[in-house]
């Protein structure tokens, strides 16, 4: 009861001397604070909402349209469609006053039609794809075509400097394919994978798919698809994510790893205290809307939808189907360290706390090793790493009242939680094995140092080394991307000094962090946690996990065979890929549909018949140097298209999927999108982007790139695949399988990748080597081609 009592702030009894008035003038005042504060942030929103309701015109014009309204009435000339002329004839005076307000009345008409013709020609101009399609290569022309949309482009989108979210009412809807073209699609994909009697069934099941129901099907997606912003993410967010009912650790949420070749600081306390800064300020340029959007080319805007869930997030449990939380504030974040929670208030005096003043509130959590859990307490987050079902039965008896439900919303309001790890995160290149652990510290933990429901969890090792876990439902791995570029380049200043720790002198004593307190004495809550507890060791150990540093070389030596880096690695892959298994399996590839309003990813299909033909060509003695590199040209070329159709909206596998929901509803069975829906990923890759931000300049400071992050492996006798080229000479794989798996072995595949790009880079070599020996010999055809 102690702790109900110290939260009351105000109250009063009435005595036979009359009344007793009590109250905390401290706690008071805390609350007025956050309520200014609330409000604060509710009229910036409602100014950048006008702002961005109006982009690209800008709102100050206005009262330029108003004033030569003003101007053209007194001086005789009439206003288009006599506009203050019919305001007058409505208002109840024609006094100087009146004739004023009708004045004001016709401009704002006037304003809000060039304001929305504006928009709408800019959103025409945005469903233009043709730009993506245009060859790049040094030497290549653009069509006019393309620069002339260029051109209209950047006089609307780039003369008034963008906010945030100022580009979503521009931005196209997602189109909807035709069926016939999404089944042409499908069938050339799996012809690799299948043999002439499975191809023939699957093109029969198709035809009639094709032929029956899916006119039917089409029909609702396409009235969604016109009713709805987007066509696919709302089923995507609740079907792919929030119905699971398995794991969130190892089969969902993904991690981020720190730049592991710059160390600034080894205090433990000063990272923490100078990440959380840097991410508090990330936050404020979200909600102010001053953070830039992303301009591809620097020029095509992307959706910045999935920012407004990064922090104040949570996903909540359900019996059936989970839901996202999302709060408008939060001042405090939540800190776990050796099995306890504490709340640490991250304003005071209205204002952000600097990073010395963090400093103090972590290193008192630091300095507090003596106090050991509560009962249940140093397990708790192993809820949320297990079955949803039970996590969420659990949630509604033993956290629905009272203390547990108190600190649960605290630990679930939290702006982000921070983990302070007892071990160090190491990286040492003699020793690849170290950078392993890294990895699996931030994809599992130990199974309960994380809260794998919060949007993401900043884990910091005892050496002041960085990463992150995060949950995937609310955004994807681009976004979180971007934030830890953010964070890189911030960490690049000079924030520490000579001893490592955060620099400046604090201005009052921060307050103190605050121990949450837990209720778990219960026996039915003890076993819940003992048994997720257990499911939780179960599934982390059978996580292998490989990071692979790839230092031979990097996108350097694939721009001078002019092919794209990812499609060279995804080769590489596949060549890999069919060394280790000895056969073909359905590849999957995350590519973004942000050109589009609301838009999230795509599925790339890299397994392709260009690509079979070159693997099976680079395995064949027979084949000649020069017929291997047109082969590897050619799957190239018909990746850099599959890619290319994705971002577009041609994809295969979203459309399949929104046509398999909606025979869901009409109760409809299809056996061919039963089949295709059921088919699984053994090979499932992601490239982690970077240089989302122009602060990140690798030429000026090249030990920022970060290391990227990683997955667990989607299918039980699959891999995972995440990579990121770190620059001209580097790239890092992430590859992920399962120890239960006796045909899976993420070293094994790692060494299979090293030498399908040694075995790539020696091509070329030849290659070269044979064109200079008789340059008559290379013909158009046999050069690879840029992309």
Known sequence: MAEAHSAVAFSFSITHEGWDINYDREVLDLVWQSGVRSWKKRLARFRTGVRNGVYPAHLQSLWLVIAIAVGLHFTQRHVPFDLVNKWLSVLPGDSLQWQLTACSLAGLIVWLSICYTMRYSLKLLLMYKGWMYEKRAPGSRVSLQTRLWGLFVKVLATWNKPGLYS???????????????????????????LDDSNYNRMERLAKEFEQGISTKLQRYLFLKSWWSTNYVSDWWEEYVYLRGRGALMVNSNFYG???????????????????????????RTVERQELEPILVQGLVPLCSWQYERIFNTVRAPGVETDKIIHYQDSNHIVVLYRGCYYKVIIYHNGRLL?????????????????????????????????????????????FAKGVNRTS???VESAAFVLSLDEKPFEFDLAHPEKLDQFGRYLLHGNGHDRWFDKSFTVCVGSNGRIGFNAEHTWADAAVMSHIWEMLIMGENEQRYDENGNTVGIPEFEPPTPKRLTWDLNDKVALVAIDEAHIAAQKLLNDVDLR?????????????TCRLSPDAFIQMALQLAYYRDAGKFSLTYEASMTRLFREGRTETVRPCTIESAAWVKAMLDSNVSTEERVRLLNEACERHQLGYQDAMCGKGIDRHLFCLYVVSKYLEIDSPFLQEVLSEPWRLSTSQTPHGQTAKMDLKKHPNCISAGGGFGPVADDGYGVSYIVAGEDLIFFHISSKRSCG????????????????DMKHLFEEYRSLQKKNPSNGTKSDKPQAK
């Open 354 to 398: 600097r990073p010395c003043e963090l400093q103090i509130q972590i290193e008192h959590i630091l300095q507090q090793s003596e106090e050991k859990p509560q009962p249940g307490e140093e397990l708790l987050a192993s809820l949320t790493a297990g079955d949803r079902t039970k996590w969420a039965q659990i949630r509604q008896t033993v």
């Open 167 to 193: 580009f979503q009412g521009s931005l196209p809807r997602l189109p909807l394919p035709s069926v016939q073209d999404t089944m042409q699609r499908y069938l050339r994909s799996v012809r690799p994978l």
């Open 547 to 559: 990071i692979l540093v790839h230092d031979a070389y990097g996108k350097g030596l694939m721009k």
């Open 257 to 283: 790893i720190d730049a592991i070749f710059m160390h600034p600081t080894k205090v433990q306390s000063a990272r923490a205290a100078s990440v959380v800064n840097l991410l508090l300020q990330f936050r």
């Open 743 to 758: 045909t899976t072995s993420s070293e094994r595949f790692a060494q299979e990748i090293c030498r399908a790009l040694a």
């Open 408 to 410: 649960l919303h605290i």
